[in-house]
């Protein structure tokens, strides 16, 4: 983050100008013969107004805000951004160093509400009888919003319960998984014993359910990559 500011304050730009993505367009937009240079000469007041027109797909003030605070977003769009600051990504990124012993592993799956269904939807996550009481990593990658947080589950399991706001057919991967922590209850191995149960039908035990519409991050980043390992359920998370 030092490293990000001082890059920042070195080009005399405040942290969100426009021109910021500009530049990192034209790092990610590599395979195209469009002149970015030519926008970094357009008044600030004309470039905000056109800004989102202009960027390309992966690139948006959300985006850039989102690296700026130090949350994670697309490999390639970080090394866009990384590289818009003149910075090396990799002597910046905070990459986990794991040994064979912590790979991080988890179980995903994928489901699709009806189109036309608009309501309440929930997950439950029942956890193996090795990681009971145990923190696991939940990411929920719906669209163009991910939600991400560190929960205990208990022997009932964990129900999430969340709203499909619009008619629309955006499939939610649910990933859990392991994270590198010290922490003495982490959860350090999952397998396909670890059950994702997603639907929109009436659930039977509302008062056990977790609200989680909030803390939702709009970001164009992809699912974590998977290299499947068994059952097409248990899988690693590079």
């Known amino acids: 983050m030092k490293?990000?500011?001082?890059?920042i304050k070195t080009r005399g730009w405040i942290a969100t100008d426009p021109r910021w993505l500009i530049l990192a367009s034209k790092h990610l937009d590599v395979n195209s013969s469009r002149n970015w240079d030519d926008y970094l000469d357009w008044k600030i007041e004309d470039l905000e107004a056109e800004i989102s027109c202009l960027v390309i797909h992966g690139i948006s003030i959300t985006t850039w805000k989102r690296f700026l605070k130090g949350v994670s977003i697309k490999t390639s769009t970080f090394e866009a951004c990384c590289k818009a600051l003149d910075l090396c990504w990799q002597e910046i990124a905070d990459i986990p160093s794991l040994g064979d012993t912590?790979?991080?592993?988890?179980?995903?799956?994928?489901?699709?509400?009806?189109?036309?269904?608009v309501g309440l939807i929930w997950t439950q996550i029942i956890p193996e009888a090795q990681n009971i009481d145990k923190r696991h990593l939940i990411t929920i990658?719906?669209?163009?919003?991910?939600?991400?947080q560190i929960k205990t589950i208990p022997v009932q399991g964990l129900l999430l319960c969340y709203r499909k706001r619009f008619r629309d057919y955006y499939a939610r991967i649910v990933t859990v998984s392991t994270f590198p922590d010290k922490s003495a209850n982490r959860?350090?191995?999952?397998?396909?014993?670890?059950?994702?149960?997603?639907?929109h039908l009436p659930i039977e035990d509302a008062e056990s359910c977790i609200e989680i519409n909030r803390g939702w991050e709009e970001t164009w980043s992809e699912p974590p990559s998977i290299e499947m390992q068994s059952h097409n359920t248990v899988e690693q998370i590079i």
């Open 3 to 7: 490293q990000i500011k001082c890059a």
């Open 141 to 148: 990658n719906w669209g163009s919003w991910s939600w991400q």
């Open 187 to 199: 959860v350090t191995t999952i397998t396909n014993a670890t059950k994702i149960i997603n639907s």
């Open 102 to 117: 912590q790979r991080i592993v988890g179980v995903q799956v994928q489901y699709i509400d009806p189109k036309d269904y």
